[in-house]
């Protein structure tokens, strides 16, 4: 049962441009989301996180967009870099549980 | 660099054989996690301890996985007779909140 679900397996776009990754979860009782980055032969590095008590964080060139009803999240790199050239993977968890939950990830190609 | 640390960066062994890996979370961190990534998945969660008590394990966890972290510091996952069904990334996490902080992860490969 996959709980979090990224549907773009891959996505290109221009530099300069924006970038939008998107991700969908089932289980209501998540609270919190988390978008990792991941170049291979490392570790996933945290981007940016939002509860579910809002809707939008914002970090510089980054924004995570919560619409709890849809249940969807989606997030926002303006302007793309090549450095943006990476696996994203969306992340979710609830209160009083430690597991977090991934999706499968998408890989971001930047085009220069 | 006071990020989590993880050893063996690679690691390839035969059907059978045992294997260790170490971690080592930031230092202020009494969360620590184990997760493993294959090809084309997100990391799936292995288990998790506070401090030295292991508190949860994945179904994923079998009889032959076991992980410790004797004085609530560093942490070792062990796999007994691996398969090739073992091979994967095997990843850390430390936390003291929300944000889980990844190592580089330990790379397996059972022949």
């Known amino acids: 049962d996959q709980q979090v679900k990224q549907n773009s397996p891959s996505l290109s776009v221009q530099e300069g441009r924006i970038s939008i990754l998107n991700c969908d979860y089932t289980?209501?009782?998540?609270?919190?989301f988390l978008w990792y980055k991941k170049y291979p032969a490392e570790g996933p590095t945290f981007l940016i996180s939002?509860?579910?008590?809002?809707d939008k964080n914002e970090d510089g060139r980054f924004t995570v967009f919560l619409n709890k009803s849809a249940k969807h999240l989606s997030l926002h790199i303006v302007p793309s870099q090549p450095g943006d050239s990476a696996v994203y993977f969306c992340?979710?968890?609830?209160?009083?549980?430690?597991?977090?939950?991934f999706g499968t990830g998408t890989r971001l190609t930047i085009i220069p | 660099d006071t990020g989590v640390s993880q050893d063996p960066r690679h690691k390839i062994t035969k059907r059978g054989q045992n294997v260790t890996f170490r971690c080592d979370p930031i230092?202020?961190?009494?969360?620590l996690y184990w997760y493993r990534q294959t090809l084309g998945q997100g990391p799936e969660f292995l288990t998790y301890?506070?401090?030295?008590?292991?508190?949860?394990k994945s179904r994923l966890l079998s009889d032959r996985f076991s992980a410790e972290r004797p004085k609530g510091s560093f942490s070792t996952l062990e796999i007994q007779r691996t398969e090739q069904g073992d091979s994967a990334m095997y990843l850390c996490?430390?936390?003291?909140?929300?944000?889980?902080?990844f190592g580089p992860g330990t790379r397996l490969t059972v022949l």
């Open positions: 230092s202020e961190h009494n969360r």
């Open positions: 992340a979710a968890s609830f209160f009083g549980n430690e597991k977090l939950t």
């Open positions: 939002i509860s579910s008590i809002k």
């Open positions: 289980n209501s009782m998540f609270d919190y």
């Open positions: 996490a430390s936390s003291n909140g929300q944000v889980r902080f």
């Open positions: 301890f506070q401090n030295e008590a292991q508190l949860e």
